[in-house]
């Protein structure tokens, strides 16, 4: 008598980790916390504008050759976007996940809605599309020049940064998304500590001072671009 083979294999750690409820969050806090660092790098970048055209355009192109001769030229620069692919495609994955899960088990709508919850929290889900979105215009009219206004020049982001910003619709569109990115991260800072374990009952108020002075530099730095553009000071 033949014996029966088991063809059932336990799931690997990863995948456990992955399906359970704390893993995607913890995939989502980590994630955002790469994302958050860059924008804080990439905000710092920005602000180079105010100097001039020579030293904005110098910042753009040391960006590609960070590394040489060890790097080859936009190695770096390449490993920074993949690495950013790879977060901005976990912590959506993850989020669009956890908040079908959140409605599978809560399927009827509360009867009364939370009165604590914070604009911030209630505009989380729609904030991220509005980010998405942004990204992808944000790439096809400063990276590649598919919708850029002006002619896109090639080598020349001084100029691009302020083709862009001569128009109201590129205004309109960076400072709705920056208020967006100010919303998310507030909340979302503060929801990654929590899921970090970083909270407490003694930290949560310095926390949610951080997340709260994080954002509001965030925006203000990122939309002091356009507002420069605007008023002439960057020309």
Known sequence: MALATRTDRRPSLARTMWDSTVGK???????????????????????????????????????????????????????????????????????????????????????????????????????????????????????????????FQEGHPYQNVVDTFSTWYGNVVYIVAMLALGLHVRHGFWSAAQTLGAGSRTRDRALKTVAGVLALLLTAGFIAVPVGVMTGVVS
């Open 25 to 151: 969050k913890t995939v989502m806090a980590v994630s955002g916390l790469i994302m958050l660092l860059y924008l804080v790098v990439h905000m710092i970048g920005n602000l180079k504008i105010f100097f001039g055209a020579g030293e904005f355009n110098h910042y753009a192109h040391w960006l590609r050759t960070v590394g040489e001769p060890f790097m080859h030229y936009e190695w770096t620069l390449w490993l920074v976007r993949i690495v950013l692919v790879v977060a901005v495609v976990a912590h959506a994955t993850s989020a669009y996940q956890l908040s079908r899960r959140d409605i599978r088990a809560r399927p009827s709508k509360y009867v009364h809605k939370k009165a604590r919850a914070s604009y911030a929290t209630r505009t989380m889900r729609w904030g991220g599309v509005i980010l998405g979105l942004f990204i992808v215009w944000h790439i096809l009219d400063l990276t590649t020049g598919t919708v850029h206004s002006g002619g």
